[in-house]
Structure formats: C-alpha cells, structure tokens
C-alpha cells in the first residue's frame, strides 16, 4: 500500500482538537492502531508503540444521546472508513485525503456533523 500520511503526523492534529471535542460533549474513546507488519489477521491496538508499520488510526465518538455515534478510521493509504449514526440515519462513507491536513479534516467535518449546528457552536 504506498503511503499517502504519516499517521502519526495525524495524531499529532487530533490529539490537539481532542480536548475541544470533549469540551464540546462528545465523548472520544482510545486512539487504536493496526500494523501492516503484524501477521494475519492483524489486531486492533491503542498501544502505539507495538506497531512497527502503522496503517491505520481509528477512533470512537459518542455525542452521549444514544443517537449519535462514529467510528473514523484513517488509512494511510489516503481514505477512511466512517461509519455512524447521525440524526437516526446509518452513514457509511469512505472519504478520501491526499495530506495530513485533508485528513484531519475529515475528522472535524464528521464532528460537526455529530455535533449539529446547535451543539458546534
């Protein structure tokens, strides 16, 4: 798989905005990881540094109401897998990114999506 972002790069950018997502109210679970190394089928980690060849970054995100919830997980190959539940509707996209800032930005528009306009802000 050729490399499109340096997940960790990414994590340096989500670990910034997660504080002000918490503040927001939504609820972020553990970063989680799977090595391209690791023999299959790969496991899903939140240790980083038990993962030699990262590609992929995951993470959980619970608005506290029941209704909206999401799973993002960023593949460094330049795509993501969300999958969530947003105003009782089941959302499943693949979003593609080309840099760490685009994909970053996929996690902040699949906040403010959790987060409606009255909850953002």
């Known amino acids: 798989m050729d490399q499109v972002v340096d997940l960790d790069a990414v ?3 989500l670990v910034r905005r997660r504080q002000e997502w918490t503040r927001s ?3 972020v679970g553990d970063f ?4 391209a190394a690791a023999a299959w089928p790969q496991p899903i980690v939140i240790d980083r ?3 030699a ?3 992929s970054l995951g993470m959980t995100f619970d608005a ?3 209704a909206e919830a999401a799973l993002l997980v960023l593949w460094t190959g330049g795509w993501a897998d969300l999958e969530a539940s947003i105003n009782g509707q089941v959302v499943l996209e693949a979003p593609e990114f080309f840099d760490v800032e685009s994909c970053v930005a996929v996690a902040d528009a699949l906040v403010a999506r959790l987060l409606g306009p009255a909850r953002s802000g």
């Open 49 to 51: 540094e038990s993962v």
């Open 32 to 35: 989680t990881w799977r090595d």
């Open 11 to 13: 994590l340096v950018e």
């Open 25 to 27: 109210g939504l609820v």
């Open 53 to 55: 060849d990262p590609e």
């Open 64 to 66: 506290g109401d029941g």
